[in-house]
């Protein structure tokens, strides 16, 4: 039951790295990454290959599946820098499914629909039940770490630029902001973060396949990120251990359904996602933690006799 609940943590922490970063791309800077597990399964992929089959030491590989995300989120960008809103969401959705149609058909670079089995663990799994604990610290530490310094970041005159670019990047524009370069800048840290996670991931359980990479982990970030409230890192932090813990519980809820199949019991858990998320925007659309409207920094003051 111990190491279940610490298995439980350690992929709500998962999730908060994804949260973080959809928070990032989404929730500071409006743009919609329904790619986001590409990129999750692009650090996943990209660290157990180095480290599996190169034989790289795990930090080595876990920094290059970061620079390859970051890599690969500035070229989605670039690539559509015209597109906003709905638009940028169909191509984001196209984009994981591309990569995940990749993994799954050239054996040759992933191994296809085998996936990679034995990734190196971080720490030796000889550890026994110190093995999920000191994962636990390791993604905990991670989650937090980001946590912090996306808080520094939003609250800083760069992440105003973003929420600038967020309500109106024409205004922004027009006002002197590098609308392009924030944009990037956004989608490609958005992009590490999450190739980070799936590196992460990949390491922890010592295995990478296509199947595990299905959209609707997007969605659940979606509604974590949506639970704890857009453009609040903090709140993403929160979202997500507040969604693994309610995904647990209604895996347990659907069981004690009487008369129900295993598949009706799926389908009955899925149900109640949904109704809690039409709950959750009826009841608290702007999420647990709402946006605070950040005041302008005052002019400093200058003695009398004096002019700036």
């Known amino acids: 039951m111990v190491n279940y609940l610490i298995f439980i943590l350690v992929v709500a922490g998962v999730y908060a790295l994804l949260a973080q970063s959809l928070t990032l791309s989404w929730g500071l800077t409006g743009l919609v990454n329904l790619g986001l597990v590409g990129f999750f399964a692009i650090g996943a992929y990209a660290s157990a290959m180095t480290t599996k089959w190169a034989g790289w030491p795990i930090p080595l590989g876990i920094a290059f599946a970061i620079l390859v995300g970051l890599g690969v989120g500035f070229l989605v960008t670039i690539s559509t820098l015209r597109l906003r809103d709905d638009y940028l969401?169909?191509?984001?959705?196209?984009?994981?499914?591309v990569v995940r149609l990749v993994a799954s058909n050239e054996i040759w670079l992933t191994g296809g629909t085998d996936g990679i089995a034995g990734v190196p663990s971080i720490v030796p799994?000889?550890?026994?039940p110190n093995y999920h604990i000191t994962m636990l610290v390791i993604v905990t530490g991670l989650a937090i770490t980001v946590h912090l310094v996306l808080s520094h970041l939003a609250s800083s005159p760069w992440g105003r630029a973003l929420r600038a670019v967020r309500e109106d990047q024409i205004v922004a524009a027009v006002a002197g902001k590098p609308v392009v370069l924030l944009k990037a800048q956004a989608f490609s840290l958005a992009a590490a973060i999450?190739?980070?996670a799936g590196a992460i991931y990949g390491h922890y359980t010592s295995y990478v396949a296509p199947e595990i990479y299905q959209p609707l982990i997007t969605i659940y970030v979606f509604l974590a990120v949506t639970a704890g409230g857009v453009g609040r890192p903090l709140g993403a932090l929160i979202g997500a251990y507040l969604l693994i813990g309610f995904l647990e519980l209604t895996r347990f809820m659907a069981e004690v359904v009487p008369g129900v199949t295993p598949v009706q019991a799926a389908a009955?858990?899925?149900?109640?996602v949904g109704l809690a998320l039409i709950l959750l925007l009826r009841l608290r659309p702007d999420g647990l933690l709402p946006e605070r409207n950040q005041k302008a920094p005052q002019p400093a003051a200058h003695p009398k006799g004096t002019t700036p």
């Open 89 to 97: 969401a169909i191509v984001t959705l196209g984009f994981a499914e």
């Open 125 to 128: 799994r000889a550890w026994g």
């Open 194 to 196: 999450a190739a980070l």
């Open 268 to 272: 009955t858990r899925e149900i109640m």
